[in-house]
């Protein structure tokens, strides 16, 4: 999953974490620890992967129930 819309200005803004999730695929990515305009941490997953979440929020955030597109025919 390529880069979401916004994650190139958002760690310059100071968000602290943004999670970019992709409906067509059932994928996630979550991108932390901003420094120096762009954010240090990656993590990518799959539809039914809890994502680990981190500073300033706690536990993990369930993915389990986030809805698919339904493909194209």
Known sequence: MKAAPGADWS???????LLAVD?????WTYFTHPRDGAYRGVLHGRYGEP???TA???GELPTV???LYAPRR
Do not use: D, I, S, Y
């Not at 760690?11 to 974490?17: K, L, S, T, W, Y």
């Not at 409906?23 to 994928?27: E, I, M, Q, W, Y």
């Open 11 to 17: 760690p310059v803004r100071g968000v602290a974490a």
């Open 23 to 27: 409906p067509r695929k059932g994928g």
């Open 51 to 53: 994502v680990p979440l």
């Open 56 to 58: 300033p929020f706690t």
């Open 65 to 67: 129930e986030l809805p």
